[in-house]
């Protein structure tokens, strides 16, 4: 790498950008950036160019030289970059309300990254992905991809099968919040515990030990039910069962409520639905608030309403992954990687989310052992469910994109679910256009968008 790192985001209009100008500016003596590019589309020109004027007054109030460049160019952003992050999102937050609103429609769970809003969110992005790896192999072929983009393990996922690209990282910000919060409900440092996840993007489970090398889970267990749980902002709070932790042994993530307590959470998706609006409605407010405090020519830090959007800790995440692979520093973090034995139920050259020990070579993971055996059911059911669900982006097959909805745990199979995804396939054919020939098969048949403001949308 040259002196002085040249570091380009795709989605660099994103309200999440101060959160990693943040990030970068406070580890920038170990990490010393010549240049940060930030890259969007020409839907997002305006939030580019707010959050791209703020940003340089971020660094502009820090010690350090450093140069904002914004384009709605990709390639010519990425030519000699070092490091390349992800956050973008395919039809914005619009195409949110839509993967959230259909499903809701017809009873069932609409959510950004799980059941069918989640499957659509791949549909989209997985193909503009691989776009982007093929301009790095060409353009920067030695640079690190850093994956925010949801869903962030498929989306890791397709990169390494289909795009035979190994030098990526897929990124989340909630075994960060875990880390941070769990020590202060046991009244210690985060130094003194050691954490090891395993399993999926928004699927995985950690276990917690004393520097002295005691599993201190059960403790940790027992503070969840008193203190605060740490939940990205995003996951309503409904307890996990006791028993049923104590049983395994382990801790779930926030998103396992989806699934532990689907009924529950469910019922509370129907109410916000029927009531203040989706995740994504809510979602657009607090982004309209936060461009608004973006355009202040006075505002050169994070604001702290930033908080609600739901990604805490955001820069911690990505940015100590970059510092690392640069520094060499060989630090424990939780990433999306090959597998390769970390977690013996599933095959090795699969993606996984688990601990592992980042440094100039990539991620050496942490093996984690086998998981108990409803915990090693569930992972298994919701690998196949990605790998078809990815399979189904790149080819653009309709059987497979069933398949994968017929598997999906929080997706009831039968005629309504292929009702559901029928109509996601029509409100969002601006932006899938491997299923061309599905969708024109499916307007000929006079499936229409039933959700009227999921219809109204474009």
Request: proline content about 4%; charged content about 25%.
């Amino acid at each position: 790498m040259t002196k002085g790192v040249k570091i380009v985001t795709i989605g660099g209009g994103s309200s999440y950008t101060p959160e990693l100008m943040e990030g970068f500016i406070k580890r920038y003596d170990e990490l010393p950036i010549r240049e940060i590019w930030l890259v969007d589309i020409e839907a997002g020109k305006e939030k580019l160019e707010i959050v791209g004027t703020m940003a340089q007054r971020m660094w502009d109030a820090s010690p350090y030289d450093v140069k904002i460049h914004m384009t709605l160019d990709r390639r010519e952003a990425l030519k000699d970059a070092d490091f390349v992050t992800t956050q973008f999102r395919v039809g914005l937050l619009n195409a949110r309300v839509k993967d959230e609103r259909i499903p809701f429609s017809y009873g069932m769970l609409g959510q950004e990254t799980n059941g069918a809003g989640g499957m659509f969110k791949a549909f989209r992005t997985i193909p503009v992905i691989l776009e982007i790896v093929e301009d790095m192999k060409e353009l920067c072929p030695n640079a690190w991809l850093v994956n925010f983009t949801n869903p962030s393990g498929m989306v890791t996922e397709a990169v390494v099968r289909y795009g035979k690209w190994d030098r990526v990282m897929g990124l989340c910000n909630v075994p960060v919040m875990a880390t941070m919060t769990e020590p202060k409900a046991l009244g210690v440092e985060k130094e003194d515990l050691i954490y090891k996840f395993a399993g999926l993007n928004h699927f995985h489970w950690h276990k917690v030990a004393d520097k002295k090398g005691n599993d201190v889970t059960y403790k940790v267990i027992d503070a969840m039910f008193d203190k605060d749980a740490g939940l990205p902002k995003n996951i309503h709070d409904i307890p996990f069962y006791r028993e049923q932790l104590e049983q395994m042994g382990m801790i779930p993530c926030g998103y396992h409520r989806y699934y532990y307590r689907e009924e529950e959470m469910l019922e509370h998706g129907l109410e916000e639905f029927n009531g203040v609006g989706t995740r994504a409605q809510q979602v657009k407010e607090t982004e309209a608030e936060l461009f608004e405090l973006y355009k202040d020519p006075n505002l050169d830090h994070k604001p702290e309403q930033l908080q609600k959007r739901g990604g805490a800790y955001y820069s911690d995440a990505a940015c100590e992954t970059i510092a690392a692979i640069y520094a060499n520093k060989d630090t424990q973090i939780v990433v999306s990687t090959k597998n390769n034995g970390a977690v013996p139920d599933l095959p090795a050259d699969c993606v996984v989310e688990v601990t592992a020990y980042v440094g100039a070579q990539g991620a050496r993971n942490v093996a984690f052992g086998e998981l108990p055996t409803a915990e090693k059911g569930w992972l298994q059911v919701m690998k196949a469910m990605e790998l078809l669900t990815i399979e189904a982006a790149v080819t653009g097959d309709y059987g497979t994109a069933l398949q994968a909805f017929t598997i999906n745990p929080l997706i009831r199979s039968g005629n309504t679910a292929k009702r559901i995804m029928d109509e996601l396939f029509i409100a969002h054919k601006k932006h899938l256009p491997q299923f061309a020939e599905t969708i024109a098969r499916l307007e000929a048949e006079g499936v229409t968008v039933k959700d009227e403001i999921a219809k109204d949308l474009d």
